[in-house]
Antibody
Framework: EVQLVESGGGLAQPGRSLKLSCQAS????????VTWFRQAPGKGLEWVGL??????????EDAASVRGRFIFSRDDSENIAYLQMNNLKVDDTGVYYC????????????????WGQGTTVTVSS | DILMTQSPLSLSVIPGEPASISCRSS???????????LDWYLQRPGQSPQLLIY???GRASGVPDRFSGSVSGTNFTLKISRVEAEDIGVYYC?????????FGQGTKVEIK
């Protein structure tokens, strides 16, 4: 079964760090860009950023709201992607999802057909 | 950033009746390969989003054929030919042409 499973969420104080994981199974993980989204409580979906596959240099792109604080990485040998979240802010609170796409243009996916179940991050003092 | 505007923001439908959701992009989502990079997602209560439509009108695997997407310039439409109880949730359009990816505000669909 094609699957993505996020973990690592929890409660953190403002200014602290958390590291999320996205474990893939059932498909050739190294061939896919991993995109992260988040959803604040009661709000819509927000694109956080992505890490491309090796053929695209494992380059990353991120939202302006997280730039300089969040780091995207991957370990294709373990079929896992990471989201290192530093200097957390209250506005980072939400459910974080990792995804893969049906296709891609220049390594950036469209048609996000696999979503994890999400992991909840709460930033509060 | 590309602005996505959905309407209506809420919809109450009778089972068996059709429903339609509109999404407008602030700029063209047409790439030079002829594809419009617009996805539709459904997020059922308490669940992760689910892909319904990609490239404006391509139905994702396992999606019932009562769901269809259409494109007219920068206007995109998701149609449900006959709404069923399991179709309740929030529908989002997302532009997949540029980063940052951006979503419409969401349309909440409930059953009358």
């Amino acid at each position: 079964e094609v699957q993505l499973v996020e973990s690592g969420g929890g409660l953190a104080q403002p200014g602290r760090s958390l590291k999320l994981s996205c474990q893939a199974s059932g498909f050739i993980f190294r061939d896919y860009t991993v995109t992260w989204f988040r959803q604040a409580p009661g709000k819509g979906l927000e694109w956080v950023g992505l890490i491309k596959s090796k053929p695209f240099g494992e380059t990353t792109e991120d939202a302006a709201s997280v730039r300089g604080r969040f780091i995207f990485s991957r370990d294709d040998s373990e079929n896992i992607a990471y989201l290192q979240m530093n200097n957390l802010k209250v506005d980072d609170t939400g459910v974080y999802y990792c995804t893969r796409g049906i296709g891609a243009i220049f390594g950036v996916p469209y048609g996000l057909d696999v979503w994890g179940q999400g992991t909840t991050v709460t930033v509060s003092s | 950033d590309i602005l996505m505007t959905q309407s209506p923001l809420s919809l109450s439908v009778i089972p068996g009746e059709p429903a339609s959701i509109s999404c407008r992009s602030s700029q063209s989502l047409l790439f030079n390969n002829g594809n419009n990079y617009l996805d539709w997602y459904l997020q059922r209560p308490g669940q992760s989003p689910q892909l319904l439509i990609y490239l404006g009108f391509g139905r994702a695997s396992g999606v019932p054929d009562r769901f269809s997407g259409s494109v007219s310039g920068t206007n995109f439409t998701l149609k449900i030919s006959r709404v069923e109880a399991e179709d309740i949730g929030v529908y989002y359009c997302m532009q997949a042409l540029q980063t940052p990816r951006t979503f419409g505000q969401g349309t909440k669909v409930e059953i009358k």
